[in-house]
């Protein structure tokens, strides 16, 4: 576990702000100061323009429902193409003490290249903090969608952040380091791989996949939703997937045996009734999943899945309710939590004032969540509702509207703000 730090570390070039108290860690639960220091990275691509919409819409919020007992702090960080011009590096070390020391940020997203140049910005971010649990929750607001029951679709997705294909732990075909290995697993093992192949390992440990399931089943419990279902492909990975499923079901019934109920338990003891007051865990094999969410949705609430699978099937769900324009999502760890959006920083947009910050809006909104401030989130989520229901929407969505007239991302952004203050 990366520490909180307490005390303000010594910066390169950031400041602490002269005003507002950093949140701590107090009995194991984060004690959060009516004005909160937040540290913000605006990121590449859109990300400048949606990261200023969604401060100005929750610090609207924040206004309207406390009345102005309570307000962000918010403190720029840096990370990409800005961090490059003020520090000549990516991902500078000031950027990761700042967030140590806030223990929450909002970020836009960040450039990765595929296949060449540097590796995610995104995903180092999420390994220098220990930021396991990659929380994307998945709603319908009446926005355009490709599904039959989108109305139905409500999930939040716990999706392992920092093992599984995503250590990057991979080497080139033509490298010597896969020749090695290909020599190695011949000779040991008597396993043959071609002289062409790529090689990738996949390690999933029991200590990731229980901290990530107590996590999900602790959001369950304090949110009255279930059931939590672990999705994984361990009828053919047995050694890392199935293990995923069997640690997290040995999580479920010794840390909160008197919350839930197995789905073995279900059928054996209650006869396929859940008591009263239990939350119920099943698993379900990743490809079935993909297609019961589709199929049916309302069989699923909580999804626990390792690194890949929840990439996808977050995605996915997504797509049943517009896309990734409306996707939020926040990385996690046992104290820490960094809100980012799920879409890319989409260049071709930047600086056009048409990009859709509702996902960002909506991380936001994880993030207010997070720090237990709830009734300011809930506000942002009746304005972002009666906008789309008013026909009050950015191009993304205004195509899917025959006779929409779409509206600048200035002007849905200031919309939201109206609602709001309208309360």
């Known amino acids: 576990m990366v520490e909180v730090l307490e005390s303000p570390p010594e910066f390169k070039k950031l400041r602490v702000p002269e005003e507002g108290e950093k949140i701590t860690v107090r009995d194991g639960r ?23 919409q969604a401060r100005a819409v929750i610090d609207a919020a924040v206004e309207k429902v406390y009345g102005g007992k309570r307000r962000i702090v918010w403190w720029e960080a840096y990370a990409g193409e800005k961090a490059m011009k ?6 500078p070390e000031d950027t990761i003490l700042a967030i140590r020391y806030s223990v929450v940020a909002l970020k836009g997203p960040l450039t990765t290249p595929v296949g060449t140049g540097f590796r995610s910005l995104n995903v180092a971010l999420r390994k220098k903090l220990d930021l396991y649990a990659n929380i994307r929750p998945v709603q319908f607001f009446g926005q355009p969608s490709p599904h039959k ?3 139905h679709d409500n999930f939040v997705i716990f999706r392992e952040n ?8 991979e080497w080139r075909a033509d490298s010597p380091e896969a020749q090695k290995i290909r020599e190695f697993l011949k000779k040991e093992f008597g396993i043959e791989l071609r002289e ?30 279930g059931p939590v279902t672990i999705m994984h492909k361990g009828n053919i990975m047995k050694y890392t997937e199935g293990a995923f ?3 997290a079901y040995e999580l479920a019934v010794t840390e909160f045996r008197d919350y839930v109920v197995t789905e073995e338990e279900l059928w054996e003891k209650y ?10 865990v099943n698993d379900r094999i990743a490809d079935n999943m993909l297609q019961q969410i589709i199929t049916r949705p309302w069989d699923y609430d909580v999804i626990v899945a390792p690194n890949v699978n929840g990439d996808y099937i977050s995605d996915e769900a997504n797509a049943l309710v517009g896309g990734i324009g409306m996707a939020a999502g926040m990385n996690a760890g046992d104290y820490m939590a960094l809100a980012e959006p799920v879409h890319g920083t989409a260049p071709k947009y930047a600086g ?10 909506l991380s936001g909104c994880l993030l207010l969540e997070y720090i237990g401030w709830k009734e300011a989130s809930e506000v942002i989520k009746k304005a972002i509702r009666e906008a789309i229901t008013g026909k009050k929407v950015t191009q993304d969505l205004a195509r899917h509207m025959p006779g929409v007239e779409p509206l600048k991302a200035s002007e849905y952004t200031q919309v939201l703000i109206d609602i709001i203050r309208r309360g």
């Not at 003020?86 to 991902?91: A, D, P, Q, S």
């Not at 006869?271 to 119920?280: C, R, S, T």
């Open 30 to 52: 984060l004690a959060v100061p009516d004005e909160p220091i937040v540290v913000y990275i605006e990121g590449d691509g859109i990300g400048p323009q949606i990261v200023s």
């Open 352 to 361: 056009k004032d048409v990009a859709n910050p509702t996902a960002e809006i």
């Open 86 to 91: 003020e520090y000549g590096e990516l991902l």
């Open 149 to 151: 029951y989108a109305e």
């Open 196 to 225: 062409d192949a790529g090689i990738g390992i996949k390690p999933i440990s029991k200590f990731g996949t229980q901290r990530l399931m107590r996590k999900a089943l602790q959001y369950a419990i304090d949110n009255n939703r």
């Open 245 to 247: 499923r069997e640690w």
């Open 162 to 169: 920092t093992e599984d294909l995503y250590a990057g732990i």
């Open 271 to 280: 006869n396929g009734q859940l008591p009263e007051g239990k939350i119920l």
